[in-house]
């Protein structure tokens, strides 16, 4: 049974519950003097502060530790309550470069600093908590005015620019519960819980401090306004951070530098915002990135994602999207992740001279060639991994060909718009498997976040249920009566040609007769591929359980909702088949999508070996490629074990 997932509202009350961001603010606004056991100087310690360059307002509104140490304090000017701790370790202020904690050189208002920081050079530092061992260090001001909740609690339009998905945002907001809310504008009571729960996590974060973590290190950076710096994170040589958080643990280092500016956003761990990127109004979810003078403006970037160069603008991207040239990302709900944006692309098209209040959703997987030019208003959800060429310009359209290739149109043809490109269904699947297989493989391999879920499968059942639509679709144009005057208006030198009126979902696009048959091939294989799968891992199931293995195809076989999905399609794909037969199908296409995927790889090892003279020495063969080599010798390894498998049943 499936477990009932909870509402929005409820997600944000546990997390808050949970929350070791909100203990540790909590932590920060405890640390009053009596918690530290702090007291007050005695006449030598003034003395000796004196005598070291030191000055306050009032001596005694500025509290120690029982073991301080006046030595360790050098030319600062104190002014409200400052309070400090004991400074005898010694820190490591760059690799290698170890220095004397102690405080120096700062004017210093209404601050407490934890044992064993260093803080040094600092114009002003006002209203703020330092931890512990933190290194803050060549600063501006760093200050807190008035009361702030670190960039918790805005709405933001995640997938829309001119508004109308408005998602309020908090600290640990992650891209499931975004899409949640972004995505059903129906269910008002929802929304409001969940901005409400919002609400309330952002009221337990509000605060009238500016915190620096323990272990953190802040350097080099002009200005840093009503900000929350997390333990072990780093910001150096940043431009300005303002009404933010930044989330970090020594584990998972959070890195905020090299001019980048940071305003009225969250920064979730493993993080980096570096090299002069602009964010504004968004949340940066674990292990994401923004650098290269990139801007990220009220979007939400999803883990293992990256911005770089470009331009994202009320955007909600899921998991492992590339965005890593000068491009331009505008409106786009991408939940789903894993695609890319390529040099030059302009996903941005949403203004209609009347409002920018056009969007793109565009599915899983996606990839955006150079250059391509992509009008608003699309949705290729049900389209996912497929590409858009290099160059093309698209029209408004809603695909549903999964894995398809749209390309620049090479001839003309009677009652097909001269705007419409060329579409090849599946052909991802036929032509550039390679490529699919080899980004499932990476994302598992690269995914460092801990505190999100997400599959890596991509032949699973939603997918695959969108193959067979699609197919299903192809093949309905052949059984359809052609009459000769259909004939005479959609012929070419390849056939019949399609567009969306002959078959529905192919887009604002045409098909030729041989894309259509094709198609129908690659979709054909991997829905087979993908159920024989599921048989062998049944079939392995009962082998090792002791359950009858000769009842796993018949009706009332009892396994899991996954397998009685294969099941239906193995009956109806393979009628009439045994148990053996299927496993030899199974061993005979596994080996074809191993020669299939060196197939795809070995067509750039042969063009680039007619262009480039020396391209043999200076790239690695597909046959020596690791992943070629290992979807090789997985395929060898299933034959093996189908073979042992037969000697049991």
Known sequence: MTPEIPSPSEQVLRLMRRSDYLKSIAAAKAATREARGLRMLTT???????????????????????DFNPHKVVGCYFSGDVDLGVFKERIELERGVMIGTGVYNCDLKDVSVGDNAFV?????????????????????????????MYGNGPRVSLGLEA???????FAELTVELAKRIASFRRDRKTIDDYELAVEMYSRAAASRIGIIEANAIVKNTPKILNCYIGAGAQVDAATALENSSVLSNVAERTHIGSGAFLRDSIVQWGSFVETHAIVQSSVLCEYSGVDSHAKVTRSLVGPNSSVSCGECISSLLGPFVGFHHQALLISAFWPEGKGNIGYGANVGSNHTSKAPDQEIWPGEGTFFGLGANIKFPMDFTQAPYSIIA??????????????????VRAEHFTGVSPAYNEILPGWVLGDNIFAVLRNERKFAIRNKATRSEFGYEVFRQDIVELMINARAALQKVALEPQ?????????????????DKDVPGLGKNFMKESARLEGIEAYTFYIRLYALKGLRLELRFCLKTGRD???????????NSRFDHERALILSEFPGK?????????????????????????KDDFRGARIIPDYDLAHIHAANDRFVVTAKNEAEELRMEIEEMLKKI
């Open 120 to 148: 040094s050079n600092n114009t002003l530092i006002a209203n703020c908590y330092i931890g512990a061992r933190a290194i803050v260090e060549g600063c501006g001001s760093i200050v807190c005015a008035g009361e702030t």
């Open 578 to 602: 045994s148990i053996p037969d299927l496993l030899h199908e199974l061993a005979t296409m596994s080996t074809k999508m191993a020669d299939d995927i060196l197939l795809s790889k070995e």
């Open 483 to 499: 009459t000769p005057e259909r004939i005479a208006a959609k012929s070419s030198l390849h056939g019949l040609v399609y567009i």
């Open 44 to 66: 030598d310690e003034i003395t000796a502060l004196k005598d070291q360059h030191n000055a306050a307002e009032e001596w005694s509104r500025v509290w120690v530790s029982k």
């Open 549 to 559: 293995h000769s009842r796993v195809l018949k009706p009332d076989y009892v396994s």
């Open 390 to 407: 290099s160059g093309i310009s698209t029209l408004p359209q809603r695909c549903t060909m999964p894995f398809s290739l749209i390309t």
């Open 163 to 169: 508004g109308g998905r408005e998602t309020a945002i």
